[in-house]
């Protein structure tokens, strides 16, 4: 267990936490949430024991080990697979000793420590780090490369590696998506899943906290408060007692006689903070979580762009890749006004090279990339980040696109993405990645774009801000292509998928959980095998009969999809229906003497509704767990 008790923690002389209490218990798996720069990384400093509390008491247990990623990577000569072993300390002390008892020839030592390596698996270790190194995306031919010859995001996913590797009691992780793709997110999932100890985590990717952590630590106003449940049901209470807290004031409000002019202008601006507009299809929603963003400092949005051409932007025959082989062949498609794309497939097929071909970035190979007359293209990548001007300021920035802009409109801008005050004069030198990344998207932004290409523009974005940005795209009137490990953002801005993979483009038919499957299905197929030989399925016989087995397992899933399907839809209605509700008791007005049969009404719909919600979740729970069963059948 561990315990803070009215702790503090400062920064200078800044205060990060002061005077709270919380308590993990051992086995908990919980996510940290909150704004850049409130203290989830001195938190965990704290933990490893980097830095004291300056106030207060901090109680773990002296022999919990720990386990977290490192941000310093040397440029070693070791393999990555050594590497990783190193992370498996207590199997490196162990090997350390057996060779000096070796050296000694000290039999009965050499013995006992071999039935201590035996006892921690110490020799499958190899196996397990090859599993992580492929889980993570690394290929068979990757592992015995030396360290110093990986790009940094692939050292940092070397460092997770390592950090998955040791045998801990408390993992802490922060941010471990960021140098991630799809694939491997997915996979890293399913691990944490099956972790026994206790994981602190800190992720700005909703949908990863959803399934990894049963329980939200929410930094907010240098206090910790523990929420119980995942990510979505973390914001769902916030909502709610926020929404508590409106209605408390507004009664407060109207039984004082005399209202100051101060409270009238507060209240009319949190209620236009509230009303965000968002796309149809996932208005409803977006009307729900909305209250637990009202204290968000961004709020942006994109005008209305140019009248694009149709096409936009064609790809006649294209061939595309770098030195050697093609990495994209045969490449046909059109980019028309309205199209909301989402690329998937693995990390390596193509998809950021494809995005920079459309952009202009990169020049085919071979065939043609025609540009419609007055398209106006928003690029975002993780490159541009680098090309910020460093010695300039946000507003200078600003400045170079539109100089004969007034600075005060130019300075209202900034502020919708957080560049308020003394940081819009700032040099942007010293600015977090998250800092540059809000910069580059408020430039784009800025030229009202008519086709959007957005290569992972959520990497080092808080929570706060991927909301802002996914609320201005579902509004964003433009053409768009996106890729993101961010499968919030994938789900509620994108219409369609198309999949890149095995050098080719095609549509994906299907949604992101039908991804999922396939990418399982994918990466078993390429696990090791036995010979054929040796299995009996070398005849022709045997391959009919596996082709007939897979057609059966195809037909028998078929009704648990439409199951799982109908399910889904009606559950998306009872849940507009439950917030058209919950709305209506939120009204003060509803608890008003005269009203009581109105309430009555209403508390025993939202009881009737949550028990059918409960019972339709119920069903979709096992359905889903039945249609997964069966696609995991070999």
């Not at 207590?90 to 070796?102: G, I, K, T």
């Not at 068979?140 to 940094?152: A, T």
């Not at 992780?173 to 206790?198: C, F, I, M, S």
């Not at 993780?382 to 507003?395: G, M, N, R």
Request: net charge negative; aromatic share 6%.
């Amino acid at each position: 267990m561990i315990s803070l008790r009215n702790l503090s923690l400062y920064r200078g002389s800044q205060p990060l936490l002061q005077g709270v209490d919380l308590t993990v218990h051992a086995g908990q798996k919980l996510g940290v949430v909150g704004p850049n720069g409130s203290g989830k990384s001195s938190l965990f400093a704290m933990l490893r024991g980097e830095l004291a509390p300056d106030a207060g008491d901090l109680d773990m247990p002296t022999d919990l080990v720990i386990a977290h990623v490192a941000q310093e990577t040397p440029a070693l000569e070791r393999s990555a697979l050594d590497y990783v072993i190193d992370g498996d300390q207590e199997l490196r002390a162990l090997e350390r000793e057996l060779a000096a008892a070796e050296a000694a020839g000290d039999g009965r030592r050499i013995a006992e420590l071999h039935a201590q390596l035996d006892g921690i698996q110490g020799y499958t270790a190899p196996v397990r780090a090859a599993e992580l190194l492929h889980g993570l995306g690394f290929a068979n031919d990757d592992q015995q490369r030396p360290v110093k010859s990986f790009s940094g995001g692939w050292r940092m996913r070397l460092n997770l590696a390592q950090a998955l590797m040791r045998r801990s009691d408390l993992l802490l992780l922060d941010e471990p998506t960021n140098h991630l793709d799809l694939e491997a997110v997915l996979w890293l999932e399913q691990w944490l899943k099956r972790y026994p100890g206790t994981l602190l985590l800190i992720s700005h990717d909703r949908d990863f906290l959803d399934a990894c952590v049963d329980g939200i630590i929410h930094l907010h106003d240098r206090k910790l408060v523990l929420y119980r449940g995942n990510y979505s049901a973390f914001e769902r209470q916030r909502a709610e007692r926020l929404a508590q807290q409106q209605a408390q004031y507004e009664k407060q409000q109207r039984e004082i006689a005399h209202l100051t002019r101060f409270i009238e202008r507060f209240r009319a601006k949190a209620t236009k903070a509230r009303a965000a507009q968002s796309r149809l299809k996932a208005l409803e929603r977006m009307e729900r979580i909305a209250p637990a963003h009202v204290d968000s400092p961004f709020r942006f949005e994109f005008a209305e762009p140019p009248r694009a051409p149709d096409p936009i932007v064609t790809l006649d025959q294209v061939e595309l890749g770098y030195d050697g082989a093609p990495v994209l062949q045969g490449l046909d498609l059109s980019i028309r006004p309205g199209m909301r794309i989402g690329l998937l497939g693995p990390n390596g097929a193509g998809k950021s090279t494809l995005v920079r071909c459309l952009a202009g970035a990169l020049a085919p190979r071979s065939g043609q990339r025609l540009l419609g007359q007055g398209t106006v293209i928003g690029y975002f990548e993780q490159h541009q980040l680098e090309q910020l001007d460093l010695a300039a300021s946000p507003l200078l920035h600003l400045q170079r696109l539109a100089p004969e802009v007034d600075v005060q409109r130019l300075r209202d801008f900034l502020g919708g993405f957080g560049f308020s005050g003394d940081q819009a004069l700032a040099p942007v030198g010293p600015f977090s990645g998250g800092e540059k990344a809000r910069l580059v998207l408020a430039l784009i932004v800025w030229q009202r774009p008519n086709l959007l290409l957005l290569d992972e523009p959520t990497n080092h974005l808080d929570l706060e801000m991927r909301h802002a940005l996914t609320v201005a795209l579902q509004s964003y009137q433009g053409a768009m292509v996106l890729v993101s490990h961010d499968r919030h953002l994938l789900t509620t801005t994108t219409d369609e998928f198309w999949l890149v993979a095995d050098g080719q483009l095609r549509p994906f038919d299907g949604d992101l959980g039908d991804y999922q499957a396939w990418v399982a299905s994918r990466n078993k197929a390429a696990e090791p095998v036995q010979p054929a030989a040796a299995r009996g399925e070398h005849t022709a016989q045997a391959r009919r009969e596996a082709r007939r087995r897979e057609a059966e397992r195809r037909e028998a899933a078929r009704p648990l999809q439409q199951r799982v399907r109908q399910l889904d839809r009606e559950l998306e209605e009872l849940a507009a229906r439950l917030a058209a509700l919950e709305r209506e008791l939120a009204d003060p007005a509803v608890y008003e003497p005269g009203r009581k049969t109105r309430l009555a009404e209403l508390l025993q719909a939202q009881g009737e509704l949550r028990k059918r919600q409960e019972s339709l979740e119920e069903q979709w729970l096992e359905a889903q767990e039945q249609l997964e069963a069966l696609l995991a059948q070999s």
